[in-house]
């Protein structure tokens, strides 16, 4: 393998990477194409001329039935039916309709933990650790009884096809267990991280209505102990759909399940009698129930199937991570992220799963790379965000770490920095294959992502992924290249979500994604086609927040902010700080306060409270200004990117469509938002 020297890369059209001759010949992509050409898919390219990506691409695109057939064949996923011929709809891109589709692979039948669970040997399944270490270890084997022994529990409590169970839980193998046990059933998993607070809780399980809340008694973060317990209690009480609650002995071994109503403990749980037998299912049967980030209310309840999320794992996984047997999967990660569970289906390819509880940087900020060394780790997954910060901290992991095992990093997040490339290629490894990755929660799967057969260039993604129609548009709705513009996706793909939760008229489903260009689904992000047929993401095209590379939604700030007496109204948005690699947001809340009342540090003091203990720390704004009047659009909604783009100077577009544009005057120029130079 051959890495091209910083110096030599004076121009945008050399790469900082190529595979070597041998990783294109024996990458499961190369594989993939030679059993394509077995099966006559390609006929009309020469057997024996290596096929180029694009060509590949546009191949999979127009014989959409044809292409995701020969992967679930190429990855060996377990069904009955399954049937190419059995898609309807196809050419209709528009939310899922039971009679016009699209609807894909209609009559197949399958259970998503069946598949994760295929392996049932003594090679390690999970690997777990936290900030005090390594913690335990399953083989496959082991984590199948396991769930077999949750899944027993949650059918004696009442569990059954179509019900909820929703996880507040750590990034801990009890997690992925009881995610596999819940679809064993034929239920729905559904998962919040245990950094949010009650409200934030309950504005994403109090909509889908759980039978059973699994928790932990507490987590570990930075080295303090987080109580779990009274906020459990909280939304057990809050939630009358939850029957029963099973705690999971994290902080404490001895931890008191009565003090929670309706509560068991993990360990309490025994099989009794026959193990429940996977479920098989529809195709599009639900899975996992996945939230928005709330910029605009609610968090929107994305609903995805389990076939198009196991086809669309297995194909990123395989073909684009180039994932086997033989791997160790680590992504840093909570389990309210879709990386989590992206991750999980690494278990389908009989990869190891590496797991971690904590703070990237505590006890030691080399920590992670402690996790790589130690476990042998060959893909490592982690936010652009993360690998900025291992930049700022002067760390070069390979000198200080044996990661000889790395042959993978996977960075998604944010879009990743021209000098993070550098840094990874200088400071990590000459060797390593950096795929930058971008897709969403919304697909819980990517857009474009990585190529293990193909160069990288300096901050651009790879490759659009297999089977995905993704192109950039203008504003009118042309396709461009070479310029920034609207990601879109132009035609159907099997992990759209098969609904919205609580949407039966799909309005809610349509305004996402289909409100903007006419049967296309836009994305949301800023993003280029390049001239390597690449792409960059320049960020998120709406006004969602993004301090430290995680997407937060301004409507979980107001919810309660404006809970306080003395607060009419606010508006958030980010002031970009810093630039280049170490680039960052920070949060800033102007408030709007009733007459006679000043903005004081006590009630600023009380307003970081109310946010904190109701979403999560990142939540909290840096700076809170008190203001007059906040501009809104003619049909009344605030103006967040208006507001967005005064503080920095910049022209604000469309001013004609709000109702009161002088109130942007009162935003330009503020002494509380200069940064000081360090």
């Known amino acids: 393998m051959t890495r091209l020297s910083p110096k030599m890369d004076t121009e945008a059209v050399q790469p900082i990477w190529r595979p070597s001759p041998e990783q294109v010949r024996d990458a499961n992509l190369t594989r993939f194409v030679a059993s394509l ?14 096929l180029p990506y694009g060509v590949l691409h546009e191949w999979s695109v127009l014989n959409r039935e044809e292409f995701w057939r020969a992967v679930a064949d190429f990855c060996g996923l377990i069904a009955d039916g399954f049937d190419s011929s059995k898609c309807i709809g196809l050419d209709r891109m528009a939310p899922p309709d039971a009679e016009l589709g699209p609807k894909w692979f209609d009559g197949t039948k399958l259970n998503f933990a069946e598949n994760l669970l295929r392996f049932r040997d003594d090679r390690p399944a999970i690997i777990s650790w936290n900030e005090k270490g390594r913690q335990h270890q399953l083989t496959f084997a082991e984590l199948g009884g396991e769930v077999s022994r949750i899944a027993t529990a949650l059918r004696d409590m009442g569990v059954g096809v179509g019900d909820r169970v929703a996880g507040f839980l750590p990034n801990l193998p009890e997690t992925i267990i009881s995610m596999l046990a819940a679809t064993t059933l034929g239920a729905v998993w559904s998962s919040c991280s245990p950094d949010f607070g009650v409200q934030g809780v309950l504005d994403r399980f109090g909509q889908i209505e759980p039978k059973v809340l699994i928790c932990a008694d507490g987590y570990r973060y930075a080295g303090k102990e987080i109580d779990c317990l009274e906020r459990v209690r909280e939304i057990a009480a809050r939630i009358p759909s939850i029957t029963d609650v099973i705690i999971v002995p994290y902080l404490n071994d001895r931890v008191d399940a009565a003090t929670v109503p309706r509560a068991v403990r993990w360990d309490s749980l025994r099989r009794i009698g026959r193990s429940p037998a996977f479920e098989r299912l529809p195709f599009d049967h639900p899975v996992y129930v996945m939230y928005s980030s709330g910029t605009t209310g609610l968090p929107k309840c994305m609903v995805h199937g389990a076939g198009g999320t196991l086809l669309q794992h297995l194909k990123e996984l395989v073909l684009h991570t180039n994932l086997t047997r033989d791997d160790r999967m680590f992504y840093f990660t909570t389990c309210g ?9 690494s278990l389908a390819v009989g990869a190891t799963v590496v797991l971690y509880d904590g703070a990237p940087l505590q006890p030691r900020v080399d920590i992670l790379w402690d996790v790589i060394e130690r476990e042998r780790v060959t893909v490592f997954g982690t936010s652009a965000k993360y690998l900025a910060l291992a930049e700022k901290a002067d760390l070069v992991p390979k000198t200080s770490h044996n990661i000889a095992s790395l042959r993978a990093i996977l960075s998604t997040g944010s879009p ?7 840094y990874v290629y200088q400071q990590v490894g000459s060797e390593v294959h950096l795929a930058s990755i971008s897709g969403g929660t919304d697909i819980i799967s990517c857009f474009a992502l990585g190529n293990p057969t193909a160069p990288v260039y300096r901050g651009e993604l790879q490759c659009r992924g297999l089977g995905m129609a993704v192109d950039v548009f203008d504003a009118a709705g042309n396709s461009i290249a070479g310029s920034p513009g609207e990601l879109v996706c132009t035609r159907p793909f099997p992990s759209m979500p098969v609904a919205f ?12 994604y289909f409100d903007f260009y006419e049967r296309v689904w836009r994305h949301g992000d800023w993003a280029e086609l390049t001239e390597h047929d690449g792409m960059i993401i320049y960020g998120r095209s709406d006004a969602t927040l993004n301090p430290g590379g995680v997407r937060i939604g301004t409507a979980e700030i107001y919810r309660q902010v404006e809970q306080l007496p003395e607060v009419i109204e606010s508006v958030a948005v980010g002031q970009e700080i810093g630039n280049g690699a170490h680039g960052d947001v920070r949060i800033v809340l102007f408030v709007r306060l009733r007459d006679g009342v000043t903005l004081s540090d006590d009630l600023v003091t009380r307003i970081k ?15 809170v200004i008190q203001i007059d009047d906040i501009p809104r659009t003619v049909s009344g909604k605030i103006s967040e990117i208006a507001v967005r783009e005064v503080i920095h ?5 469309n001013v004609e469509a709000l109702a009161n544009p002088g109130a942007l005057e009162l935003y330009r120029d503020l002494a509380e938002l200069v940064l000081m130079e360090s």
């Open 37 to 50: 050409r077995s099966r006559g898919e390609l006929a009309a390219v020469e057997s024996g001329v290596p």
């Open 337 to 345: 992220w879709m990386m989590w569970n992206w991750m999980l289906s």
């Open 416 to 422: 990743l920095a021209d000098h993070s490339y550098d």
């Open 501 to 512: 939760w609580n949407d039966a008229d799909g309005a809610k489903y349509r305004a996402a």
């Open 609 to 623: 409270t109310q946010i904190r203990s109701n979403t999560t720390p990142l939540h909290v704004p840096k700076v």
């Open 649 to 653: 100077g910049r022209p604000v577009k």
